[in-house]
């Protein structure tokens, strides 16, 4: 069994556990014996997958050492590279030779058995800061890393309640707050870009450029898709435009759906954005922006006010300046649904409350394998990140859905 599994396995028998606790405290008595024996059950079993866990990365540990090897010299560095220079030249030279030869390259990560090699750890973070920077939902949402198979973030969902009371006044009890947690699965996402054997034994050309453009293409496409619409069936990743909803207000419906504003017609118009914006509560609008697909943002562009005066601002060629409407910015995202009955064209909100996306921080999370059998003349990369995301704090993003026809 691969160590991921067994970390899978150790972090369900940990969520046993704690529910077994909390029924407990929740009722403020100690174990009975049966659910003492329960407890004793579990603790065995995670100490025993924590051994074989141990075992696994001292055995990583060793192989590391036995299979280092000097680095090859090689003519032509990823620098050159037009997917960015941010890798590391020791890093790019070990990576494209391993392109080249399959030769497991350590450098400071472990190198799984199996004739695996575990992607440096700066060329992982440039890939994932490129996918970032050509995403335009992704690089607003959440990220955040975690060291287990699962993300779980805590939010208060209502406060405690205070009151003043008269001097020697009996003092009654207040409500104590009231809290909820979002819990993002990981799972393996993964591209198989394929490379000739005659081009991989071409010394000019930039094999890391390439591979690394595989990568970008296929995870962005990935990562848009699900942030916008994961059906959340595992191991896939629940998006915001399919993820729980509901036309009622905050505090009203449940927590971890999102509200859904419904616009009278089929027609953007003033009027339904208006009632987005001041949908959303007052201390998330510092972050908010408008998220609409193009054809959503070809008819906003449209809209003016009572005097014909336009609504829409561009950055009149300001660099970095955003374009924006009602003074909001705005973000295309060619992904999402245009305007049409029935469909959710436009978001308006603060994303990196709303969403995030989480990512194993092992050496291991990004993985590259070499298949060298399976096609004749040519070899495949197998490239897989461990990685999830999901809906956070959904009071912070307000979704507008046009009328039925």
Not at 100 to 122: A, E, M
Not at 147 to 168: D, F, K, L, M, W
Not at 231 to 258: E, H, K
Not at 357 to 377: H, I, Q, W, Y
Request: net charge negative.
């Amino acid at each position: 069994m691969d160590i991921f599994s067994l970390q899978h396995q150790r972090g369900e028998v940990v969520d046993k556990m704690r529910a077994l606790v909390n029924s407990v405290q929740s009722q403020q008595r100690d174990f009975n014996s049966s659910e003492q024996k329960r407890y004793d059950a579990l603790e065995s079993e995670y100490n025993s997958l924590d051994r074989q866990i141990q075992n696994i990365e001292k055995v990583e540990a060793m192989e590391k050492v036995v299979n280092h090897v000097p680095e090859p010299a090689f003519r032509t560095p990823l620098s050159g590279s037009s997917v960015g220079t941010g890798i590391n030249d020791v890093d790019a030279r070990s990576f494209n030779a391993f392109l080249r030869s399959g030769i497991k390259n350590t450098l400071t990560t472990d190198v799984p058995s199996g004739g695996g090699y575990t992607v440096p750890t700066t060329l992982a973070n440039e890939l994932f800061d490129t996918i970032r920077e050509a995403n335009p939902i992704l690089a607003d949402v959440d990220q955040v890393t975690t060291p287990s198979n699962n993300y779980n973030r805590i939010y208060t969902v209502s406060g405690a309640v205070s009151g003043r009371i008269a001097e020697q006044a009996t003092r009654t009890e207040t409500a104590a707050p009231v809290y909820a947690s979002q819990r993002i699965d990981l799972s393996m996402v993964y591209c198989l870009p394929e490379v000739s054997e005659e081009l991989l034994a071409s010394s000019q050309y930039d094999l890391g450029a390439h591979i690394r453009r595989e990568i970008i293409t296929a995870f962005d496409a990935q990562f848009e898709d699900e942030i916008l619409n994961g059906n959340g069936t595992a191991p896939n990743q629940t998006g915001i435009l399919t993820a729980a909803d509901s036309t009622d207000a905050d505090g009203v419906r449940d927590f971890g759906s999102y509200q859904v504003i419904e616009a009278p017609g089929t027609v953007i118009t003033l009027d339904d954005v208006l009632v987005l914006m001041h949908s959303l509560p007052p201390r998330y609008r510092r972050g908010a922006k408008f998220y609409g697909s193009t054809d959503c943002i070809e008819k906003l562009r449209r809209l003016k006010d009572g005097d014909g005066n336009m609504l829409w601002r561009d950055s009149s060629g300001i660099v970095g300046a955003p374009q924006t409407f009602l003074g909001v910015e705005v973000v295309e995202v060619p992904a999402m649904p245009g305007v049409a009955a029935s469909s959710k064209p436009l978001m308006y909100g603060d994303l990196s409350q709303a969403y995030a996306f989480a990512r194993n921080d092992s050496p291991a999370s990004l993985m590259m394998n070499r298949d060298e059998v399976t096609k004749p003349g040519t070899v495949k990369f197998h490239v897989r990140s461990f990685c999830g995301s999901g809906p956070m704090d959904t009071r912070a993003l307000k979704v507008l859905q046009m009328a039925a026809a």
